[in-house]
């Protein structure tokens, strides 16, 4: 992801009602070099035009997935598997061994495609969520254990990742 990638990002954001609305400050601080925690950020793009996002941050051999997102019209064809895949080997040269996230609880469309991603479960937030004020499931994928993503990781699509 690049700046020039922001308002078109944001659009897929505002569009999809899970996704994080930030201000573009929040946005422009994830593309930043040098940060501690460092961050990555990546869109999916077919023909020039950004699909989909996902932003992680990086510490002591963990990572956050703070947000992966499709626009509506192209979820389900690949997309966001190809965004994870991509944030994935980018984080495992970084020595990454765990990602964690969390997803409103309510987000049963989220949760079955982590679960597919092979992420587990492993607590609830209480409240986590404001506007709506909602609980979190907490999910982790520790990285080097036989899952199922393994067993999709070089068949997904959704067009050139970067």
């Known amino acids: 992801m690049v700046a020039g990638d922001l308002s078109r990002v944001m659009e897929i954001a505002r569009d999809l009602a899970e996704a994080p609305h930030w201000p573009e400050g929040v946005w422009l601080d994830a593309l930043k070099e040098g940060d501690a925690p460092k961050r990555m950020a990546l869109v999916a793009e077919e023909a020039g035009v950004v699909k989909g996002f996902a932003v992680a941050s990086l510490a002591a051999g963990e990572a956050e997935l703070e947000s992966i997102a499709v626009e509506a019209a192209e979820q389900r064809h690949g997309v966001g598997r190809g965004l994870f895949g991509a944030l994935l080997t980018e984080i495992e040269a ?69």
């Not at 609980?135 to 393994?150: I, N, V, Y």
């Open 94 to 162: 970084a020595g990454v061994t765990e990602v964690r996230l969390e997803v409103r609880a309510s987000n049963g469309k989220a949760l079955d495609f982590y679960r597919a991603l092979g992420f587990r479960a492993v607590g609830r937030r209480t409240r986590y969520y404001v506007d709506p004020v909602e609980d979190a499931e907490s999910m982790s994928l520790r990285l080097g254990e036989k899952t199922e993503w393994d067993r999709v990781r070089g068949s997904t699509g959704g067009g050139c990742v970067r």
